[in-house]
């Protein structure tokens, strides 16, 4: 289920439940009385899910309420599925994996962890400000908002032969943590294995720390792929992490195999990994990756002109794309990511990196006009997009 159908459930669960807790208020019952204490919780936000309360109660309009909050913007939501759902940050949902850990898609595919800037959307500072009122940002505020992302980042899910999914994340920037939060449990992905790095900002590795809940609790350790010059910044920026015999004896942290790579093809469990090296500002570099044709570069400035071919046949492009009007030092705008599209040719493109005025279901309005004007199958991706690949 997609979080836009998640608000539609929420807006007629919580008319419901409001009408219904007037209801229960006025109820004599101890049953009802318990209803009603845990409601009144709900009505301040903050409160977790009651298991009793879930399984006791059907509403007439709902098949089975079971109550979650998302707690960073105390919006209470309701899933209508059989699964107990009782923590979130954001969204906890439809578990895809069955008992012995194998997705049901029985294809690869690609779940987008993050589609924003470095700063996040809602900015903060959007919020905060009292004498202008940014729409994007407070529209992002609410629940399943598509204009809500964090730092760029996208989850690989590798089908091989036998049905497994191999899960190979591009980036873990600063705000990894909740990304996983929201999308690991709602997608039912566990391990990690592997960890593709694009460059060494810190909303592209400013998550590595986090890595120690998976090799912690869930796996020994994660390979990690990064360039010799981005392990050299991360062995100031994570030293502890790159050379772990400074680490306090008895500390865990992340256990990260590092494995040096060149802008040359490399292999990830079998699957062949095409580096796209691009600029990402005057001077500095940053690499996108083709596996099969599917091409994803989400810091760029300029593509230098030998990556070109390593882009030809393109079925899906993944295109920075930061804001409507004109590129950055270090970003794509719009109009120069367009270009590259009609340059590249690929049959379809999602954008991504994008800033806060860039207001999801406007800049989709005008990009479908270019389907029909010139072909351009072109929309903006979203934190939490789930698409299929073939690989
Ligand atoms: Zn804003
Ligand atoms: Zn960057």
Known sequence: MQPVLHMRACASWIMHCSMHKMALLHSPSSLHLHSARHLSSVSRGGFLASRSWSRRHHHRNIRVCSLRV??????????????????????????????????????????????????????????????????????????????????????????VPD????????????????????????????????????????????????????????????????????????????????????????????????????????????????????????????????VGNICYISDVSEIPAETYPLLENCDLLILDALRPDHSSTTHFGMPQALEEVRKIHPKQTLFTGMMHTMDHDEINGQLAHLLDSEGLDIQLSYDGMQIAIDL
């Open 70 to 159: 998302q707690a960073d913007a105390g919006t209470v939501i309701s899933e209508p599925t059989q699964v107990e759902a009782e923590f979130v940050d954001g969204v906890l949902g439809l578990q895809q994996m069955s008992a012995d850990g194998r997705s049901k898609q029985k294809t690869s595919e690609l779940i987008f962890l993050g589609t924003g800037t470095s700063e996040g959307i809602p900015r903060v500072s959007c919020l905060t400000n009292p004498d202008k009122k940014c729409p994007v940002c407070w529209a992002a505020t609410k629940l399943g908002n598509r204009n809500r992302r964090r730092n760029t980042s996208v989850l690989l899910r590798y089908c």
């Open 163 to 290: 049905g497994h999914h191999l899960n190979i994340l591009v980036d873990a920037g600063k705000f990894f943590y909740h990304s996983a939060l929201q999308w690991f449990p709602y997608y039912g992905i566990r391990n990690l294995d592997a960890v593709i790095i694009t460059h060494s900002h810190a909303d592209a590795n400013g998550g590595l720390d986090d890595l120690r809940d998976w090799t912690n609790n869930v796996q020994a350790t994660i390979p990690i792929y990064v360039t010799s010059r981005d392990l050299q910044v991360m062995s100031k920026s994570h030293y502890y992490l790159v050379d772990t015999s400074v680490v306090t004896k008895g500390t865990a942290v992340s256990k990260l195999q590092f494995q040096e790579i060149t802008e040359e093809p490399f292999f990830v469990h079998g699957l062949k990994v095409v580096p796209l090296p691009v600029w990402h500002g005057p001077g500095y570099r940053s690499l996108g990756f083709r």
